[in-house]
């Protein structure tokens, strides 16, 4: 491995399946896709834009669940090998901190980073109904502490970086509206103790066709010795609607709102049934990324068409080459 993952740990039992020999793409994607069932669990119309994380000896997460009633859910669960879960048939209850936050309304998008022995879980929050950056902490994901929301209304995507940066924490977020947003740049926002916000800095607008109407951080950005890693979503308005794809840039290790790279093309789109065929078709929606710090393998789970939850597979040699050949910068 040429490139370096820093601050990450060995992942020998995190899943993968090698690269198909007659497979020319960057990403892969799991042959047994969707790795998580739209009606995995009873109260499920779907499951999907969930994170994982390496947890104990196995992994664990927050995830997505629209139930049959059609309300936004979050849900715990655990896996031994991150393809097997067992999902909670219960929504989280959160502990508030403070008894004048608002009570949980909706969920959604959730994701969920480990910073300074704790794991914060970020989400599309309603405050008074409308879409902010909801947060919350957990040690054992059964028990989980909200806090205050990062920003008021409207805002969308909110992906914590897993350290801080400048003596700050570090989060990037899409500023955005009330509806289902026909716009959207990715900006960063800088904080001293997770609960207020500012020092805000632009990083990226839409650009290319794929991505020319909007685009958002997906999961957690890995930090490399080139930079910081970040895979994310772009969405392109067809004459049939929206098409989600996503695509990888490379941010400034020590001012990451500066963009070093950032792919001209997207790395995965909606091609497969599971992709094209759902609730929302023409979708893929990137929210976790598992590396491997000794092989530099990553595995990414992403939302397919708003109804199931997919698995895909690469190596940070693999997209640092790509972006040193592809970047639109």
């Known amino acids: 491995m040429n490139v370096k993952i820093i601050g990450g740990t060995p992942l020998p039992n995190m899943p993968w399946q090698d690269k198909p020999t007659d497979c020319s793409d ?37 995830f997505r669940v629209d139930d049959k009633a059609r309300n936004m859910q979050l849900h715990a669960g655990f896996s031994d090998d991150g393809i097997h879960w067992q999902i909670a048939p219960e929504r989280i209850e959160f502990v508030r901190s403070d008894s004048s936050l608002q009570p949980f309304q909706y969920g959604y998008d ?44 409207f805002n969308r995507n909110g992906v914590l970086f897993p350290r801080k940066i400048g003596g700050n924490y570090m989060m ?53 010795d080139r930079g910081w890693l970040l895979f994310y979503h772009g969405v392109l308005t067809s004459c049939n609607g929206f098409v ?3 695509s990888a840039a490379l941010l400034d290790r020590d001012e ?12 995965l789109s909606p091609q497969k049934l599971y992709e094209c065929v759902g609730d929302v078709p023409n979708v893929v929606f990137p929210c976790a ?6 092989t530099g393998r990553i595995a990414i789970y992403y939302g397919c068409a708003d109804t199931c939850t997919g698995l895909c597979f690469t190596t940070a040699d693999d997209v640092l080459a790509w972006l040193d050949t592809h970047s639109q910068i």
């Open 289 to 294: 990324a598992l590396a491997d710090a000794d």
């Open 110 to 153: 959730p994701r969920v980073c480990f910073i300074e022995e704790r794991y914060y879980v970020t989400w599309c929050n309603a405050m008074d109904w409308k879409p902010t950056i909801g947060m919350a902490y957990t040690f054992d994901f059964k028990t989980f502490y909200q806090t205050e929301n990062a920003f008021l209304p």
């Open 26 to 62: 960057v990403l892969w994607r799991y042959t047994e896709n969707p790795v998580i069932r739209r009606d995995q669990i009873p109260c499920s119309n779907s499951i999907f834009n969930s994170a994982a994380v390496p947890f104990g000896s196995g992994f664990a997460g927050v």
């Open 256 to 267: 990451p709102w500066k963009v070093l790279k950032r792919g001209r093309e997207y790395l």
């Open 244 to 246: 989600y794809s996503f």
């Open 172 to 224: 990037l977020s899409r500023p955005s509206d009330s509806g289902h947003t026909p716009f959207g740049d990715i900006f960063l926002s800088q904080s001293p103790d997770l609960i207020y916000w500012g020092k805000h800095r632009h990083v990226m607008a839409p650009s290319m066709s794929w991505e020319s109407t909007k685009i958002g951080a997906g999961p957690v950005p890995i930090e490399t």
